[in-house]
């Protein structure tokens, strides 16, 4: 079966500018972060900026929660590659400062300014300058005339009408550049909160789970919830929220795209087996330096790492290149095939060559440039040594099953 033919439909919404970067309707799913350094502080937030936009962060987010953040917003936005939105909680004065500065778009968290009049006052000067805003709904700080009528809970339905109320706010003043997110820390919460919200509205969706945590909890749980909406349509543009470096956040939500194939890959994707009793090298020694060594090379392959010649050529070959361990040396092969022998501390170097030569010139030109057959007799010769010396049946697998027959004669 062809992998790229399974794609999950995208549930059909409007869309709208945050700058550059068009989100919703059939803009590819975008990817956002947030720095984490004082937004006054212009040179140490641009230099985040820079970091977040070379790891694929296609939208940041930066507070604005005093005047000299807003001040720095000034200076920072004309010199951002990247579209800059304010993240404004609670003085709706700072959404009308973060305008002054420029920004490209608005977060407005409905818990946190509640006033009709200041809610008002914000979308009417977003209309009158062409900003979007994002309805940031957080479960963590809901309106507490909401938790209240909602039985002193947090509960979808609560978070939804959250949103809808603003939304009606924003309508009264003819304002309709608008994404909305329902975000809570508690993943099945925060899924049914965006299903029911994609019921009743078609503005673009940003996904998130809200304070996700630390790596790899925090992975685990933004990928459970980020992911589920994703495969059922749903979700515009996302973000990771980690407690880590924005980088992470970043690099997160690139590969989470990828992998669904809702983004063009721009990276390496790493693959390496989990070893076992075959591995001829420390798999996960190697397998991270070549993902480290490959970290910055911005190339659109998938690289595998494979601890045994016997078997690794063959799982990974449909990757554009790998490498696998044969006796003391290690045998690199594109699409499968064997192009190359090189001694084994000359494997990373060697594949990171590769990559780059199969990046410009393409795989067809990488397997002309050597005789394939010498490499293959080669990779044959320490298959066939290690087939040997390991026999069939390298795990022990056998052995164990007679063990445990043994127990119940
Ligand atoms: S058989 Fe070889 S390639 Fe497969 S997991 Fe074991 S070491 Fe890795």
Known sequence: ?????????????????????????????SVQSMTTTKTADVEGTLQQIYALAAAGCDIVRCTCNEVEAAEGLARIVPRSPIPIVADI??????????????????????????????????ATAARDRGVPIRIGVNGGSLDPALYERHGGRVTPEAMVESA???????????????????????????????RQLSEVTDHPLHLGVTEAGPLPEGLIKA????????????????????????????????????????????????IACPSCGRAEIDVIAVASEARDALADEQLPLQVAVMGCVVNGPGEARDADLGIAAGRRRGHLFV???????????????????????????????????????????????????????????????????????????
Not at 234 to 240: L, Q
Not at 343 to 360: H, Q, Y
């Open 335 to 409: 699409k499968g095939q064997n192009v190359a022998v090189v001694p084994e501390d000359e494997m990373v170097p060697t594949l990171v060559e590769w990559a780059r030569f199969i990046a410009e010139h393409g795989t067809d030109a990488a397997l002309a440039r050597v005789d394939t057959e010498v490499a293959r007799r080669e990779a044959e010769k320490d298959r066939a040594e290690l087939l040997e010396i390991q026999g069939e049946d390298a795990n022990d697998s056998e052995q164990r099953v007679e063990l445990i027959s043994q127990r119940f004669d």
């Open 223 to 270: 990928t459970a919830g980020i992911a589920t909406l994703l495969a059922e349509g749903i979700g515009d543009t996302i973000r990771y929220s980690l407690t880590a470096d924005p980088v992470e956040e970043a690099r997160a939500g690139r590969a989470l795209l990828e992998s669904f194939g809702l983004r063009e890959r721009t990276n390496v994707d790493l």
């Open 1 to 29: 079966m062809d992998a790229g033919a399974v794609t999950f439909p995208r549930r059909a919404t409007r869309q709208i500018h945050v700058g550059g970067v068009a989100v919703g309707g059939d803009a590819p799913i």
């Open 89 to 122: 909680h609670h003085q709706y004065r700072m959404a009308l400062a973060a305008l002054d500065a420029g920004v490209h778009g608005l977060r407005l968290n409905p818990g946190n300014i509640r006033k009709p009049e200041h809610i008002k006052a914000v």
């Open 164 to 194: 809808m109320q603003e939304l009606a706010y924003f309508d009264e003043v003819g304002f309709d550049a608008v994404k909305i997110s329902v975000k809570a820390s508690n993943v099945p919460l925060m899924i049914e909160a965006y």
